[in-house]
Antibody, heavy 123, light 107 residues
Framework: EVQLLESGRDLVRPGGSVRLSCVAS????????MNWVRQAPGKGLEWVST????????YYADSVKGRFTISRDNSRNTLYLEMNSLRAEDTAIYYC????????????????WGQGTLVTVSS | DIQMTQSPSSLSASVGDRVTITCRAS??????LAWYQQKPGKAPKLLLY???RLETGVPSRFSGRGSGTDYSLTISSLQPEDFATYSC?????????FGGGTKVEIK
């Protein structure tokens, strides 16, 4: 059974930093691109970032470019999101999500999602 | 960036009703469209991809169609467990973008 389990500090000051983790199980992690998607309270879904299976390609939403860094450790089946210079508008539930196919196409439907971790940016 | 305009933003329907939700992309996305269902407090669930392909395990009352810029999701006979929020997503190009969501409520 595919499982994605996110974790990370939940309350951060504006300007602060936090690293989210997502531990994957139930599938071979390394071939699949992975994603972070967030959802502000009461709002719609917003794509944040994608990383290739090999880790050699990364993509970011303009709203987080230069502040967030996606990475992965395929030996630990773990996806990360390093979030710096946090703003109130970064407050959201952050989901990690798996690409549906292990192909060369970096952008795919997302077939498994974690339960999400809430990050609140507030003083 | 490709904008995804989803409509309606909400609808009320009864069990057994046929429901259709539409999604319009700001440019041709060549069938690179997925639909997700999300229930309160839960993660999104993939229903369809490539505009019309049903994800494994999803009931056949869900269907999708469309091409170019215009796509739709239809639930042929709404069931109690289908009351949720539905969102479309294009994965044709970065940044990946989602529609604003359609909340399907019980009439």
């Amino acid at each position: 059974e595919v499982q994605l389990l996110e974790s990370g500090r939940d309350l951060v000051r504006p300007g602060g930093s936090v690293r989210l983790s997502c531990v994957a199980s139930g599938f071979t992690f390394s071939p699949f691109a992975m994603n972070w998607v967030r959802q502000a309270p009461g709002k719609g879904l917003e794509w944040v970032s994608t990383i290739r299976g090999s880790g050699d390609g990364t993509y970011y939403a303009d709203s987080v470019k230069g502040r967030f860094t996606i990475s992965r450790d395929n030996s630990r089946n773990t996806l990360y999101l390093e979030m710096n210079s946090l703003r109130a508008e970064d407050t959201a539930i952050y989901y990690c999500a798996k690409a549906r196919l292990s192909t060369s196409h970096d952008f795919q439907p997302l077939d498994y999602w974690g339960q999400g971790t809430l990050v609140t940016v507030s003083s | 960036d490709i904008q995804m305009t989803q409509s309606p933003s909400s609808l009320s329907a009864s069990v057994g009703d046929r429901v259709t939700i539409t999604c319009r992309a700001s440019q041709d996305i060549s069938l690179s469209l997925a639909w997700y269902q999300q229930k309160p407090g839960k993660a999104p669930k993939l229903l369809l991809y490539a505009a019309s392909r049903l994800e494994t395990g999803v009931p056949s009352r869900f269907s999708g169609r469309g091409s170019g810029t215009d796509y739709s999701l239809t639930i042929s006979s709404l069931q109690p467990e289908d009351f949720a929020t539905y969102s479309c997503q294009q994965y044709y190009s970065t940044p990946l973008t989602f529609g604003g969501g359609t909340k399907v409520e019980i009439k």
